[in-house]
């Protein structure tokens, strides 16, 4: 089993910000990606982090498909301003319904 197929990634609502955050069986640490939230419709991707435990392992894509997943799903749109987000974001055109620069 590869370590991509054991990242869990799991949503905390915090008011009007957020965090998706994903963990890996057997490692320690945790990566996080946080969210503000303008409006129902609207989401800013604030912050990526992966520590040097996750790196390599694709935790940081995990978190941004499951922000998209999810925009997806509750009709809502996403400004990258997080670095990490904006550059997944620029590999992937068929994002383009969700985001909003």
Same mark, same amino acid.
């Given at each position: 089993?590869?370590?991509?197929?054991? +990242?869990?990634?799991?949503? /905390?609502?915090?008011? !009007? $910000?957020?965090?998706?955050?994903?963990? *890996? &069986?057997? +490692?320690?640490?945790?990566? /996080?990606?946080?969210? !503000? $939230?303008?409006?129902?419709?609207?989401? *800013? &991707?604030?912050?990526?982090?992966?520590?040097?435990?996750?790196?390599?392992?694709?935790?940081?894509?995990?978190?941004?498909?499951?922000?998209?997943?999810?925009?997806?799903?509750?009709?809502?749109?996403?400004?990258?301003?997080?670095?990490?987000?904006?550059?997944?974001?620029?590999?992937?055109?068929?994002?383009?319904?969700?985001?909003?620069?």
């Amino acid at each position: 089993m590869s370590e991509a197929s054991q +990242i869990q990634v799991s949503y /905390e609502d915090q008011g !009007s $910000k957020g965090r998706y955050v994903a963990r *890996i &069986a057997g +490692i320690e640490a945790v990566g /996080e990606l946080t969210i !503000s $939230k303008v409006s129902a419709d609207l989401i *800013i &991707a604030d912050h990526t982090y992966v520590p040097d435990a996750m790196r390599g392992t694709g935790a940081g894509s995990a978190l941004v498909n499951r922000l998209i997943a999810d925009a997806r799903a509750k009709g809502q749109h996403i400004v990258p301003l997080c670095p990490f987000v904006r550059a997944q974001v620029q590999r992937h055109p068929e994002w383009a319904d969700v985001i909003q620069f």
